[in-house]
């Protein structure tokens, strides 16, 4: 595959060797060029002008020079923070940066359990090849008999961060913040100030928007320094989708979010590169200029350390510190202030379950002193479920892309295919029940676009999804045949809640507990109801006139244990959902937010957890109920408010 060609080039190439301001890579033409006394044919000149151009390339990809100090070697047992934030994800790099923004007297350590981001990672084409690597957690939830059924040993990949900037180094980029009413249902559940009146100026605040027209400058932020903008695909697939919509809803292409219909996103990506949290957040000048926010990579946290006594309110514990493995050396590090959790909506709560903070009976099992009785923590597991296995196929009108060309003119220009990914920014809103009066969707689509004999693109899918070789070979056979679309079915808001278990420590003796994820997928059968629903809104656009004249139509595949299904029938789909159905990567709510420790609640509306002082989780985990939406903006929103919430608290 030529793309992982070009990807092995850069993986030749280390971080260390890259600064944004200043680039002291060679001239290969000019060093080629001497060593031959000019005698180089024309030829010979634009193939060594595409290796520099790849060199100088380079220089444009933030490296570990653009990162803030690394403190990871040189910590030591004792070493005092005012914060300390555990994970520099999509929230952890934000409440760092803002911490750090609000005081300069302020010390905060940014503790993150991977390394720095790799210039692939950086390249928003390469999104799907990041998965699975160093990168990645690489979690697999519990097989299960009611989905994921298709893919190896029955289970589906749950791919999470573990960078500098987190799952936001690997997601698609797809900048999408929820629907209004996700957040006034938050405060109407007791949250204060978590309605979308409320957290709108935390998405404004973020938002460095790169606007196209009046419309954009209405709607977003443009001073902050998360970088979004909008971008085109080159794809015919794009105009018609567009045309599509014209057809079934009497209206174009969208640009707001709120309401039902097909929607260009924004994407995090600028100037043809990805604008990770850690890129956006975590390389401003200015954490080079007052140097009081620290980070430690390669360095994961074991525990977080309390204090029964001193500056405690009797009988409450009071965090004091973490516990820290920093490649293999165990060093606990001192908060003056506050600790906060920003792991993800997996590794949040495993830390608190390891720190001795769950239900007392799990904490008992495990053996580990009980710090406080919060049951909820690990509980409310909600993820978007989304199917991989809906795939229209139908004439090829694009021409077949050259991926050598396309590698060129990214390095060179920024632009083409590798700047961005492909159609999957287009996402359409939809009501499952045409009759029922909804204030908002409960179904959205997402395109993935697989062109005719791309093998290696199926290679890759099925590498990423983790499907069987089975199912893999059956996408084999029919891209030899025909151009297909993945049209991924995505459920809002499921009615099968999940949940973390964690049935042991681990044999290292080093203070971890295994984690078992219990996803719940399709257990409950009104999510099935709804994704059948959306099979029938599918089957209005492939009906399209527009869709029908590219001579689409459902594409017959080998489905695993549904050859007894009448094809395209709802028999048939309920079999496929089973099969193909997985993750769109969106976990959230297994440290709930709210007020009642009985009802499952973990953190209060301030983000404090619930019989602990100075500790505070603030991540995707605190949603109480999914968005209705990609995840990633949200969690973003999280990270700014709650960091404004502890500047208000320490600085009144």
């Given at each position: 595959?030529e793309v992982e060609?070009?990807?092995?080039?850069f993986?030749q190439?280390t971080?260390e060797?890259?600064?944004?301001?200043t680039c002291n890579?060679?001239s290969l033409?000019s060093?080629?060029c001497n060593?031959?006394?000019g005698?180089v044919g024309t030829?010979?000149?634009?193939f060594i002008l595409?290796l520099?151009t790849?060199?100088?390339a380079?220089c444009?990809f933030?490296?570990?020079?653009?990162?803030p100090?690394?403190v990871?070697e040189t910590?030591?047992?004792?070493?005092?923070?005012?914060?300390i934030v555990?994970?520099?994800?999509s929230?952890?790099s934000?409440?760092?940066?803002?911490?750090a923004e609000a005081?300069?007297?302020?010390?905060?350590?940014?503790?993150?359990?991977?390394?720095?981001?790799s210039?692939d990672?950086?390249?928003p084409?390469?999104?799907a090849m990041?998965q699975?690597?160093?990168?990645?957690?690489?979690?697999?939830?519990r097989?299960?008999k009611?989905?994921c059924l298709?893919?190896k040993d029955?289970q589906?990949?749950?791919?999470r961060g573990k960078?500098l900037?987190?799952?936001?180094?690997?997601n698609a980029?797809?900048?999408v913040r929820?629907?209004?009413?996700?957040?006034d249902?938050?405060?109407a559940a007791?949250?204060k100030?978590?309605?979308?009146?409320k957290?709108?100026?935390?998405f404004l605040?973020?938002?460095?928007?790169?606007a196209?027209d009046k419309q954009?400058e209405?709607?977003?932020g443009?001073?902050g320094?998360?970088t979004?903008?909008?971008?085109?695909?080159?794809s015919?697939?794009?105009?018609?989708?567009?045309?599509a919509?014209q057809?079934?809803?009497n209206k174009?292409?969208?640009r707001?979010?709120h309401?039902?219909g097909?929607y260009?996103?924004?994407s995090?990506i600028?100037d043809?590169?990805?604008?990770?949290?850690?890129?956006a957040?975590l390389?401003?000048?200015e954490?080079?200029n007052?140097?009081?926010?620290v980070?430690?990579?390669?360095?994961?946290?074991?525990k977080l350390?309390?204090?029964m006594?001193?500056n405690?309110?009797?009988?409450i514990?009071?965090v004091?510190?973490v516990t820290?493995?920093?490649a293999?050396k165990i060093?606990?590090v001192?908060s003056k202030t506050e600790v906060?959790?920003s792991?993800?909506?997996?590794?949040?709560?495993?830390?608190?379950?390891q720190?001795?903070?769950?239900d007392?009976?799990t904490?008992?099992s495990?053996?580990?002193p009980l710090t406080a009785?919060?049951?909820?923590?690990?509980k409310n597991?909600q993820?978007?479920?989304?199917?991989f296995?809906?795939?229209?196929?139908?004439d090829?009108r694009?021409p077949k892309i050259?991926?050598?060309?396309?590698m060129?003119?990214y390095l060179k220009?920024?632009?083409?295919n590798?700047?961005?990914i492909?159609?999957?920014n287009?996402?359409w809103?939809?009501?499952s029940?045409q009759?029922?009066?909804k204030?908002?969707?409960?179904?959205?689509?997402?395109f993935?676009?697989?062109?005719?004999?791309?093998?290696a693109n199926?290679d890759l899918v099925?590498?990423v999804?983790?499907l069987?070789?089975?199912s893999t070979?059956?996408?084999h056979?029919?891209?030899?045949?025909?151009?297909?679309?993945?049209?991924?079915i995505?459920?809002?808001?499921?009615k099968?809640?999940?949940?973390l278990?964690?049935p042991s420590?681990t044999?290292?003796?080093d203070?971890l507990?295994?984690?078992d994820?219990?996803?719940q997928y399709?257990?409950?059968e009104?999510d099935?109801?709804?994704m059948?629903?959306?099979?029938?809104f599918?089957r209005?656009?492939v009906?399209?006139?527009?869709?029908?004249?590219?001579?689409?139509?459902?594409?017959k595949?080998?489905t695993?244990?549904?050859?007894?299904?009448?094809?395209?029938s709802n028999?048939y789909?309920?079999c496929?959902?089973?099969?193909f159905?997985s993750?769109l990567?969106?976990?959230?709510?297994?440290?709930s937010m709210?007020?009642?420790?009985?009802?499952?609640a973990?953190?209060?509306?301030?983000?404090?957890?619930?019989g602990?002082?100075g500790l505070r989780v603030m991540?995707?985990s605190?949603m109480?109920?999914?968005?209705g939406g990609?995840?990633n903006?949200?969690a973003i929103m999280?990270?700014?408010?709650?960091?404004d919430?502890i500047r208000?608290?320490?600085?009144?």
């Amino acid at each position: 595959m030529e793309v992982e060609r070009f990807s092995s080039i850069f993986g030749q190439y280390t971080p260390e060797q890259s600064t944004m301001s200043t680039c002291n890579a060679p001239s290969l033409f000019s060093d080629t060029c001497n060593s031959v006394a000019g005698n180089v044919g024309t030829s010979a000149q634009l193939f060594i002008l595409l290796l520099n151009t790849i060199v100088n390339a380079k220089c444009s990809f933030i490296g570990k020079n653009d990162f803030p100090t690394n403190v990871a070697e040189t910590l030591q047992d004792g070493d005092e923070f005012d914060f300390i934030v555990l994970g520099a994800g999509s929230a952890g790099s934000a409440v760092a940066s803002r911490l750090a923004e609000a005081n300069p007297q302020w010390k905060v350590l940014l503790v993150e359990a991977g390394s720095y981001p790799s210039i692939d990672s950086q390249i928003p084409g390469f999104f799907a090849m990041i998965q699975g690597g160093d990168h990645d957690w690489q979690y697999k939830p519990r097989p299960s008999k009611e989905a994921c059924l298709g893919f190896k040993d029955g289970q589906c990949r749950w791919p999470r961060g573990k960078v500098l900037g987190g799952t936001s180094v690997l997601n698609a980029m797809i900048y999408v913040r929820g629907h209004a009413a996700d957040y006034d249902g938050w405060e109407a559940a007791g949250n204060k100030n978590w309605s979308h009146d409320k957290v709108l100026p935390y998405f404004l605040r973020a938002e460095g928007h790169v606007a196209k027209d009046k419309q954009d400058e209405q709607k977003h932020g443009f001073e902050g320094p998360l970088t979004t903008s909008r971008y085109h695909s080159d794809s015919d697939l794009r105009d018609v989708l567009i045309h599509a919509s014209q057809e079934l809803e009497n209206k174009g292409l969208g640009r707001d979010e709120h309401g039902y219909g097909l929607y260009e996103a924004p994407s995090t990506i600028v100037d043809g590169r990805r604008c990770s949290t850690g890129k956006a957040y975590l390389t401003r000048e200015e954490h080079k200029n007052t140097k009081n926010l620290v980070i430690a990579t390669d360095t994961e946290a074991i525990k977080l350390l309390f204090n029964m006594e001193s500056n405690s309110v009797q009988g409450i514990p009071r965090v004091t510190g973490v516990t820290l493995n920093v490649a293999g050396k165990i060093v606990n590090v001192k908060s003056k202030t506050e600790v906060v959790v920003s792991g993800g909506a997996l590794n949040s709560p495993k830390l608190l379950i390891q720190s001795g903070i769950g239900d007392k009976n799990t904490i008992q099992s495990l053996g580990i002193p009980l710090t406080a009785h919060v049951p909820g923590v690990g509980k409310n597991l909600q993820d978007h479920l989304c199917s991989f296995g809906v795939i229209v196929e139908m004439d090829e009108r694009n021409p077949k892309i050259d991926p050598i060309d396309e590698m060129y003119k990214y390095l060179k220009r920024n632009d083409g295919n590798f700047a961005g990914i492909g159609i999957t920014n287009m996402v359409w809103f939809i009501n499952s029940d045409q009759n029922a009066k909804k204030t908002q969707p409960d179904l959205q689509l997402h395109f993935w676009e697989f062109p005719k004999g791309e093998h290696a693109n199926v290679d890759l899918v099925g590498h990423v999804l983790g499907l069987n070789d089975r199912s893999t070979q059956s996408l084999h056979e029919l891209i030899d045949r025909k151009r297909f679309m993945i049209i991924l079915i995505t459920l809002l808001y499921p009615k099968s809640i999940g949940r973390l278990e964690f049935p042991s420590k681990t044999t290292a003796n080093d203070g971890l507990v295994n984690m078992d994820i219990i996803h719940q997928y399709l257990t409950d059968e009104e999510d099935m109801n709804v994704m059948i629903k959306g099979i029938d809104f599918v089957r209005r656009i492939v009906e399209t006139k527009e869709f029908k004249k590219v001579n689409a139509s459902f594409a017959k595949f080998d489905t695993v244990n549904c050859e007894d299904k009448e094809h395209a029938s709802n028999d048939y789909w309920k079999c496929n959902f089973r099969n193909f159905a997985s993750t769109l990567y969106h976990p959230v709510g297994t440290c709930s937010m709210g007020s009642d420790v009985n009802q499952g609640a973990v953190v209060d509306d301030e983000l404090r957890v619930h019989g602990v002082q100075g500790l505070r989780v603030m991540d995707a985990s605190v949603m109480p109920k999914i968005v209705g939406g990609n995840t990633n903006a949200p969690a973003i929103m999280i990270g700014e408010k709650g960091a404004d919430m502890i500047r208000i608290a320490h600085m009144a």
